[in-house]
Each structure stands twice: as structure tokens, then as C-alpha cells.
């Protein structure tokens, strides 16, 4: 079995100069759909923190 995966950089989503920009409620609600049965820890950094901490500069999810 593979893992089928693609990554996106949320900090696009956030920036209002990017063509992707869709703004945090939008992204919220993109994000929404997430899980990862293999590591809910992933999961809840994702859909709880992930957000606020890329646009603090925390991190680069």
C-alpha cells in the first residue's frame, strides 16, 4: 500500500500578494477535511495550531 500525499505551503494561502491567497476563514475551512489516522497529533497541530503559528512566524507548516 502507498501513501498518496501532496503538500501545500499555508503561508500562500495567508499572503494577500500571493495568486493563491484565500484568506484564514477559507483556509479554515480547506484545512477542515484533514486527518491523519496515523498521527493525531499531526492532525490536531494542523487543524488547531498550524494556522495561528505560520502567521506568527512560528513555524512554516
Do not use: W
Amino acid at each position: 500500500m502507498s501513501d498518496k500525499y501532496f503538500t501545500i505551503n499555508i503561508r500562500e494561502y495567508l499572503d494577500k500578494d500571493e495568486p493563491t491567497y484565500i484568506g484564514e476563514e477559507s483556509l479554515y475551512d480547506l484545512l477542515s477535511d484533514f486527518s491523519c489516522p496515523k498521527n493525531h497529533d499531526v492532525e490536531y497541530f494542523l487543524l488547531h495550531n498550524a494556522i495561528e503559528f505560520t502567521k506568527k512566524d512560528q513555524s512554516i507548516t
